[in-house]
Structures are given as C-alpha cells and as structure tokens.
C-alpha cells in the first residue's frame, strides 16, 4: 500500500456563468488528498494520512475520498476545523491560492497520532504545506525517517508562496525532507521561489548529488519533464503531450501519483534498493506515464484526475507512428 500523508481541505472555487460575481463552490482538495485520489483512480491501492475534522466542510471530504476508493483506515478525527483555500484562475487555466490555516486541523499532529512504521507500506508520499507547516511537520518528518527504512518515500516539494512562509525558512525545511527521501518531485516553479534567479536545471543537478536522490523530477508543466539520478549522469526528459486546458488544478499531484502507480506496476516501491536500481530506460516510461496523467487532469474543471484507461489511451494516440 502507498501511504499519502499531509492536508485535506477545501477549496472556494469561483463559479462562472449565470450564478455571477462573488459566487463560489466547496470542492474538497488539498496536494496529498488529491495524489490519493489520483492513485486510486490508477489502480494503486492508497491511504490518506491526515486529519480531518468533524466540521461541514470535513464531512464533505470524508465523503469526497471515500467514494473515490481512498483508504482512510489512518485518518486521524480532529477537532479543529477545516482548512480553506480559496482559489482563482488565470486567463490560461492557472491557479492561484490563498490560504487560511490559522488553528486548523491539518497542522496540529501529535506523535501517538502517528502509525508505527509498517512492512506493508511500500512507499509514503508526503508534500505541500503540511511537510512545512508547524507544529506538525517535524513530527511527520520524523515519522517518515522511521517509514524510509522499508518503504520508498516520496517528497513533493510543491512550494506555496501564497501562504506568506519564510522562503529562507521553508528552503531549509526542504532540505531536511530531500536527506531522507529517495525521490524528490519539484516544479521550476517551486525552484524559481525556493532559489531564485538560478537555473532550474542546474539547482536540480545540485540537489542530486547533495542529496543522493535516487531519483529528481523536475516538472515544467505543458513543457513536459525531466528525471535526474544520483546513479547515472544522464537527464531523462520527455516533451508534454498538448491537450486543451481547462484548468491546471491537481495536475502536479497526478503526476506524482502517476510516478508511484507506475513504478509500483515495476516492482520498484518498497525496499529503496529496488528503486536504486532503476535504469533511465525505464525512468523515461514512468516520465511518459506521468505526463500524459497530468495533461488529462488538465482538460477537466479543478482536480479530477483521470483513471489508468484513460491515460493508455492517450499514449497510444500520441504515440509517432
């Protein structure tokens, strides 16, 4: 099983047509919940590790995952409320948060909260604000130190300037996290504000060899992506498969849960050694996997991610004669 840990929460999303200005829609989201949902639809049996709250609004997400097929045996009931996020779209799709945390339940872990590390788990996903946001991000980053001895852990970076965090001090965070997993997913978005004015590409080669990933994904949204690997020197990179957009919401949490779902069908998930040993062949075809996912999750409204189906067909209909 793959364990995603981190937020669930709301977002307000505005609503166009004839319900006018000023008009917006709860749709359950968040990084994490969304990778679960994702994984889920790929035929990758998934967890949520979060807290949920007992509120409207957690109800809702409750409902939201499980219907979807998201284990939620690890949830954690909370009492605080529910975290809101709301949300505006660009001209092209885009979208931009703003984000309301103050006391709410997806911050406040505590460490008998936490499962005891577990051989059944053969990969933990963890990312977004949770992995930055105090007082629980040291707790889950030392719950996820213990988990990395027998299972993959994956680190989305998924930086979130809005939410007005110290750069300096989530730099660092970031940090921490990459010393302890093996794959690390991070957009040129996130490079551009976690270290600004410098290539993407060249931070991304210096935190393979710092960290000794064994394996970076450096995504560029419709430009496609690029694997590196503290194994081999190459860079891996495939172009992104054009789709018309809708909007980009969730499409960088199906790309990693894509990662998982394809490197799970490989037998590369659980023992870390397994996962070293990955050639940039085979990297190249979890790459393809994981962009046509996150294309098809932008051709729909917010995050929706598309099911494992759907995403062989549209590589088979990209694929050069």
């Not at 499962?115 to 980053?141: C, D, T, Y």
């Amino acid at each position: 099983m793959i364990v995603v840990c981190g937020e669930a929460l709301v977002d307000l999303v505005p609503q166009s047509g004839e319900s006018g200005p000023g008009q917006w829609r709860a749709v359950p989201g968040g990084g994490p919940a969304n990778t679960a949902v994702a994984l889920s639809r790929l035929g990758a049996p998934a967890a949520l590790l979060a807290r949920l709250s007992g509120d409207a609004f957690g109800r809702q997400i409750r409902a939201h995952l499980v219907e979807r097929g998201v284990d939620l045996s690890l949830a954690v009931a909370a009492t605080e409320p529910t975290t809101l996020a709301v949300v505006a779209l660009g001209p092209s799709g885009g979208a931009e948060y703003a984000f309301y945390l103050e006391g709410t339940a997806d911050w406040a872990w505590r460490a008998e909260e936490l499962p005891e590390p577990s051989s059944l788990v053969s990969a933990v996903h963890v990312g977004s604000l949770a992995a930055v946001v105090a007082p629980g991000a040291q707790r889950l980053r030392d719950w996820a130190r213990a988990q990395g001895q027998s299972s993959v852990v994956c680190y989305d970076v998924n930086a979130r300037p809005a939410v007005g965090l110290d750069r300096a001090e989530t730099a660092a965070q970031a940090r921490e996290w990459m010393d302890l997993a093996h794959i690390v997913k991070v957009s040129d978005e996130d490079l551009a504000w976690l270290e600004p004015g410098r290539d993407p590409l060249v931070t991304a080669e210096r935190w393979v060899v710092r960290h000794e990933l064994d394996l970076l994904l450096l995504t560029r949204g419709g430009e496609g992506a690029t694997a590196l690997s503290a194994h081999w020197g190459e860079h891996v990179t495939v172009p992104g498969v054009p789709v018309t957009v809708r909007d980009t919401v969730g499409a960088g949490d199906t790309f990693g849960a894509a990662v998982l779902a394809r490197l799970d069908d490989l037998g590369r998930l659980g023992d870390p050694a397994r996962l070293a040993e990955l050639d940039a062949e085979a990297v190249r075809e979890v790459l393809r996997f994981a962009t046509a996912a996150a294309a098809l999750a932008c051709t729909t409204e917010g995050a929706d991610p598309p099911d494992r189906f759907q995403v062989e067909a549209l590589l088979k209909e990209a694929a050069p004669a």
